[in-house]
């Protein structure tokens, strides 16, 4: 990928020219907690996106993505947003740095990226933190990072009309290797944990089916949670987020509300606290319990949350009956991916029975992505 950008680089803009990179994501545990105020528990990952950048000197900036192979040049002003999609991630975080004061000037770039697309591993989030990061960089502007990943929120939000957490920025900026990082959503607070599993491979497996009522659904999930907290907090007034609450208070309220909000906000309760609980393991090297509150955030998903799907549960099933130590749905639901913590010794044999029995079952095979924790966000000599 790096002698692919270099070469176009070389061809269109000359020499000279710098680096940068930035990682896509994965989840380990900690689904739909984010908008509840609870925590998440990401890390980076060794996809991600790459992009060689030079200041040009001139008030355009002039883009190349090798993926789309298209070129596009903008300015720097609210009226000259490109009308090619990907190339408005790229805009986005040019308007939300000038917002903040930063200086960004014209630039010639190139990038290209190898995070696998659809399968829920936030390769926008990727091209955001790879340019917030470099035009700080290179204009010397000095933002933290707590910023740099806001910036990457506010282009979603902003230029490309999705609402999104700080999630996928937060973690493609601040990733480090071998260290997944849990974040409370609530306060921003951040502690990095050890992830070396010796004699584990981590695994997503991609159903390759994305069902159409996730948008829909997921903003229904989302007003249960809040009718949930708001009937909690009549009686404990100190609940800002379903994460405060406590799951006796829960039980307190009920008769109060719809079963189906009920279920909702059992399930947030309980994975804020597997998330505490992967981290206690994670400090002794406990895989097993990790794999364990795995499992139980995919229960939880399927049966209480109802996000998950027949693909979904069925690699769920076929990886409990493979021996592997954790498997769950990642992501929002409603199709992508699982991702299963497996033993060395049984990685071959639950692959090729994945790939072989999902394909007999629902015509086309899935897809199998490796993942090694990775940096974030970063300069490349």
């Not at 176009?8 to 896509?24: D, H, I, M, N, V």
């Not at 937060?170 to 290797?177: E, M, P, R, Y």
């Not at 497996?342 to 994945?354: G, H, I, M, N, R």
Request: charged share 25%; glycine share 10%; aromatic share 12%.
């Amino acid at each position: 990928m790096k002698t692919k950008v270099q070469d176009k680089f070389t061809t269109l803009f000359g020499e000279g020219g710098q680096f940068f990179a930035s990682a896509g994501r994965i989840n380990l545990i900690g689904e739909h907690t984010d908008y509840n105020g609870g925590y998440v528990f990401p890390g980076a990952i060794d996809c991600g996106i790459l992009a060689k950048i030079k200041v040009n000197g001139t008030k355009k900036v002039h883009l190349f993505s090798i993926d789309f192979d298209e070129y596009v040049e903008f300015g720097l002003a609210e009226e000259d947003k490109p009308s090619q999609s990907w190339a408005s991630y790229v805009f986005g975080v040019c308007r939300e740095t000038i917002k903040r004061g930063g200086k960004v000037e014209g630039f010639d770039a190139v990038f290209a990226g190898d995070v696998p697309l659809g399968a829920g591993l936030s390769s926008s989030a990727a091209l955001e933190s790879t340019f917030a990061f470099a035009l700080n960089y290179l204009f010397n502007n000095g933002i933290d990072k707590f910023e740099l990943a806001k910036i990457g929120q506010s282009t979603e939000h902003n230029y490309c009309g999705v609402k999104c957490g700080i999630m996928d920025q937060f973690a493609s900026i601040f990733g480090k290797q071998g260290s997944l990082i849990r974040l409370n959503c609530k306060t921003l607070e951040y502690k990095y944990f050890p992830f070396n599993p010796k004699g584990y491979r981590l695994v997503l497996i991609d159903s390759c089916v994305k069902h159409e009522l996730a948008s829909s659904a997921y903003n229904k999930r989302r007003a249960s949670c809040e009718n949930a907290c708001a009937a909690i907090r009549k009686n404990h007034p100190e609940v800002e987020f379903l994460s405060d609450a406590k799951r006796l208070w829960l039980d307190e309220v009920r008769d109060q509300i719809p079963e189906e909000d009920f279920l909702r906000a059992e399930y947030v309760i309980g994975e804020v606290q597997r998330v505490l609980d992967v981290c206690d393991a994670l400090e002794r090297d406990d895989y097993e319990t990790v794999g364990e509150m795995m499992y139980q955030t995919h229960f939880g998903l399927s049966r209480l949350y109802e996000v998950s799907c027949e693909e979904l549960d069925f690699l769920n099933k076929l990886a409990r009956k493979h021996e592997v130590t954790g498997s769950r749905v990642m992501g929002g639901g409603f199709g992508g991916c699982t991702i299963n913590l497996v033993k060395d010794e049984l990685y071959d044999e639950f692959v090729t029975a994945a790939v072989e029995q999902f394909e007999a079952k629902f015509g086309h095979a899935p897809k199998v992505y490796n993942v090694v924790i990775s940096d974030g966000a970063r300069v490349l000599e």
